[in-house]
């Protein structure tokens, strides 16, 4: 029994020792009421910004351990538009691949031990993200703009993103 104890303690003290080490990311969504296209519906809103707000987080759990990535998402513009006069109940938005492509602007930090290494302004966007190949699903949510995220992030941190197989 006590050797029990003294595994679950050390396996326990070796988990509390490598969340200190453990890469993170902050999401933070400023003002998003103001942002130039997301949905009307709160309940929509709030499913988009979770989304994107998990997307970034998956990516930044590639980062080396000991770093943390801030994120403060100042505006977001999806992929097509919305056209009420399709509505049932919810949004629903028309890609028709031209002026609508989707846009995220965003500040970032990357601290390394709570020291910045690194941080900077970015405007994301994809005008061609109908005519190229994305390896998410076509039912996946807002897969032009995750598209989109991983390339901005594949490219300023220079770490490859991989699409996850298919739950």
Known sequence: MQKQTT??????LALLASSAAWAGTEVRFSKPDQFTDIP????????VLKELGRHFE??????PPGQTL???????????RENPS?????????LNGRADWPRIRLHYVL??????????????SDMSYMSRVNRYF???KLRYEKLMID?????TFGVKVKRQARK
């Not at 998956?58 to 980062?63: E, N, R, T």
């Not at 801030?70 to 992929?79: E, F, G, H, M, S």
């Open 86 to 94: 399709l509505r049932a109940g919810r949004d629903i938005r028309v």
């Open 111 to 124: 601290e390394q031990d709570g020291k910045v290494i690194r941080s900077g302004d970015a405007a994301l």
């Open 70 to 80: 801030k994120i403060d998402v100042t505006d977001v513009d999806l992929a097509g």
């Open 7 to 12: 595994r679950a303690l050390v396996v326990g």
């Open 58 to 63: 998956k990516l930044g759990a590639s980062l």
């Open 151 to 155: 390339d901005w992030y594949a490219d």
């Open 138 to 140: 076509s039912d996946e």
């Open 40 to 47: 009307f519906n709160p309940q929509e809103r709030d499913e």
